[in-house]
C-alpha cells in the first residue's frame, strides 16, 4: 500500500435507497447532498437517471447547489445487447442527467453475460468497451463498476479481467472492483485485488462491497491495503439485503487506524452529527451501537471499567471519541462503581464534595434495579438521586397523599379521577383533577398543585411514556417498570419507576421528571 489519499464515493441515494424500508423524496436526496458535500466526500452517486422520473428531477435540481467538494454521479448499465450507445436509451439518460462523471456498470461473471444478459462472451466485451468509449468521448469521467466481480473472477479468471481489459480499452478512470453478491472473505479480497494490480498497475483501482457475509467493511480494508484508492459506500451502511460497506465506519478506520487522508482536515468531527442527520432523513433510527459515531460507542458501564477511564481515558476506549464528534458517556446500572457516579456528578456540574454517603447512593441504585428499576435510560432520574444527596438540597416539592379513582358510569363512560395533597416549603396544596386515565390524572392534579407556584411547569410536555412487564410469569402481579420521557423545548429528560402497581411505578418516574425539569429551570 503506497498511497495516501483515498477518494470516497457515495451511493447512499442509489444503493442505499435500495434498502427495504428506505425511500427518500427529492428533497431528501438533495439533503443528503449537503450533508455529504459538507463532510467532504468526493463522490456523490445521485441515482439511476435511466430508472424513474424522480433520479431525473434530482439531477436537474442539484445543479443548482453550490457544492463545494463533492462530484455529482450518474449511475447506469452498458448499452443493450446488439445495440449501439448513441442509440441507447440508458446511455443517453445519463447524458441527460449533465453530471460530470458518470459510473458504468457492466458484467464480469460469465453466469450473468450468459443467462441474465443472454449474450455472448464476446458480445459483453464489446458493449463494455463501447459504452465506456462513447460517454469518454463525450466528455464524460468514467467510473467502470465490474458487478460481480469477485464471484466472476474465481469461477473464470481470464474472462473477469478480460471485461476489465474492455473498459481500460474504453478510457474507463477507474476500475471498481465489485463483491455484490457479499459473499467474499477479507482475504480473498487481498489476493484477487492484489492480482488485479498488476495486472493493471497504472490505472486506479476502486472497490465496492456488500454486507451479505458481515465483511463489507473487513473487505473494503483488505483491498486499500492492496492497492485500492477508491471506496465506496455508504452512510450508516445502508443497502440492498444487509447494506453495503458503511462509510461511518470505514472513514474513521481509514484516517485514525491506516493513517490515510480520506476527508479534508478537520471534517472528521462531523461525522457523528452527519451519520444521525442522515438517519433522521430516512425515517431510520440511529443504531445506537455503531462503531464510531453510535450512542453507545462510547458508553461505558462497568464499575472497573469506569474507574480505570478516569484515571486515563485510553484504558478502554481505542480512539478519542471527540475526534468523530462523538463523547463518552457513563452509564449508571448495578454493575456501576463509585467512578460512574462521580462521573455522571460530573456530567451534571455537581462538585464532588458537595456530595454526602456517595457509597449510599450507589447501594439505593442496586437495590433498586433489583426492584425492576433500570437507570441505563434514565439519566434524570440517577441526576435526582445525585442532587438530594447533595448537602443542603431543598426539593421544590413534596408529596404527602394521593388518591385515584377509576370509574365506570352508564352515562359517562370511563374516567379517572386523582386527589393529592403536596407540601411546597410551608405551603400545603390539596388538589383533585379528572384524566382519560388514572396516570393522566395523576399528571393533571400535580401539575394543578404546582403550576401557581411554578408557572413554567406548563411547558412541560410528555413525550414519551413506557411500559415493560418484568415477570410476566406473575401474571397481573407483575412487576411493572414505567418510563418517562418530558421535554421542555429542546431539552429532553428520562426517567423510572418500578412497581408491582403500576400507578404506583408511574408516580416515581412522573415525580422524578417534574422535580428534575424544575431543578434545571431553577439553575437557568
Known sequence: MTQSQIWLYDTTLRDGTQAEGISLSVEDKLKVTRLLD?????????????????????????????????????????CRVGAQ????ANIQALMNAGTPVVALVGKSWTLHVTDVLRATPEENLRIVRESVAYLKAQGKEVVYDAEHFFDGYKDDTDYALDTLQAAVAGGADVLVLCDTNGG?????????????????????????????GGMADANTLAAVRAGVAHVQGTLNGYGERCGNA???????????????RALPQGN??????????????????PYRHAPYVGRSAFAHKGGIHVAALRRNPNSYQHVDP????????????????KGNLLSKAEEAGIPSEELRNLPDVLQRIKALEHQGFTFEGADASVEMMLYRSRNGY???????????????????????????????GDQVFHTAAEGNGPV?????????????????LAEFDLADYKVHILDGDAGTAATTRVLIDVQNGTRRWSTVGASANIIEASWYALADAVEYGLMILSKG
Open 38 to 78: 459538507d463532510l467532504g466526500v468526493h463522490y456523490i452517486e445521485g441515482g439511476w437517471p435511466g430508472s424513474n422520473p424522480k433520479d431525473m428531477a434530482y439531477f436537474e435540481r442539484v445543479r443548482d447547489l453550490d457544492l463545494k467538494h463533492a462530484k455529482i454521479t450518474a449511475f447506469g448499465s452498458t
Open 85 to 88: 450507445p448513441q442509440d441507447d
Open 184 to 212: 467474499a472473505m477479507p482475504w480473498e479480497i487481498a489476493e484477487i485485488v492484489g492480482e488485479v494490480k498488476t495486472r493493471f498497475p497504472d490505472v486506479t483501482l476502486g472497490i465496492h462491497t456488500h454486507n451479505d
Open 246 to 260: 458503511n462509510l461511518c465506519t470505514l472513514i474513521p478506520n481509514l484516517e485514525l487506524k491506516m493513517a490515510l
Open 268 to 285: 472528521l468531527a462531523n461525522l457523528t452529527r452527519t451519520a444521525h442527520a442522515a438517519a433522521s432523513i430516512a425515517n431510520q433510527t
Open 322 to 337: 471527540e475526534l468523530l464528534g462523538n463523547k463518552s458517556r457513563f452509564i449508571v446500572s448495578e454493575l456501576s462503581g
Open 394 to 424: 431543598k426539593p421544590p416539592f413534596e408529596m404527602i397523599d394521593f388518591m385515584v379513582v377509576v370509574e365506570h358510569r352508564e352515562r359517562r363512560g370511563l374516567f379517572a379521577e386523582a386527589t393529592m395533597k403536596l407540601r411546597v
Open 440 to 456: 393522566n390524572a395523576l399528571d393533571a392534579a400535580l401539575r394543578k398543585a404546582l403550576v401557581p407556584v411554578y408557572p413554567r
